[in-house]
């Protein structure tokens, strides 16, 4: 859990990417790579100014709120600004799709296979001379916390557990 600074809007937007990429240049394998990681996305408003954070370090978000909320101007009517009022409250619900269908569940191998096959047409092909394909994947999945404009709390979704 979060501890977020008063007299501004904190939200933060936690994503856990899976991608793959996979290149073929002239027939041969350039680049063939899964990469999983989680990122966090941090804003804050101080009801004049936004301020914007990154980090794929977890452990690092307090700081990071901390910091942005170090550089704002604290305004105790923020939250009736009326863009902040047009934000939603949420609490509780959560999204989830089914992770079956997922491009995390189908092998490297697989994709790599459907690559090669569309890269023997090109290769096969007399007038195209030099050529690269390249198959990209990416899912990311989501959660969040959203505040809760009366109380200043946050809850984290347990989306991604």
């Not at 501004?8 to 937007?13: H, I, K, L, P």
């Not at 996979?22 to 804050?44: G, H, P, S, V, W």
């Not at 092998?107 to 096969?124: D, F, G, T, V």
């Given at each position: ?5 008063k ?7 936690i ?6 990429v ?23 408003f ?22 942005l ?14 863009i902040?009022?047009?934000?939603e409250?949420h609490?509780k ?7 079956k ?24 092909t007399?007038t ?8 990209v ?23 991604l557990?």
């Open positions: 859990m979060f501890t977020f600074p007299n501004c809007y904190v939200d933060v937007r994503e856990k990417i899976f991608k793959t996979i290149k073929i240049n002239m027939d041969q394998l350039d680049e063939c790579k899964e990469t999983e990681y989680i990122a966090a996305f941090i804003r804050l101080d009801g004049t100014m936004w301020y914007y954070s990154s980090t794929t370090d977890v452990n690092a978000i307090q700081g990071e709120i901390d910091s909320y170090k550089v704002c101007t604290p305004n105790p009517s923020c939250l009736e600004h009326p902040v009022k047009k934000f409250i609490d619900s959560v999204r989830s799709f089914p992770l269908n997922s491009v995390k569940n189908i092998s490297l191998q697989k994709k790599k296979n459907l690559l090669q096959a569309y890269s023997s047409i090109i290769k096969n007399d195209v001379k030099n050529w690269s394909s390249f198959y994947d990416t899912s990311r999945r989501k959660k969040s916390s959203f505040p809760v404009k009366e109380v200043m709390s946050c809850m984290i979704l347990k989306a557990e």
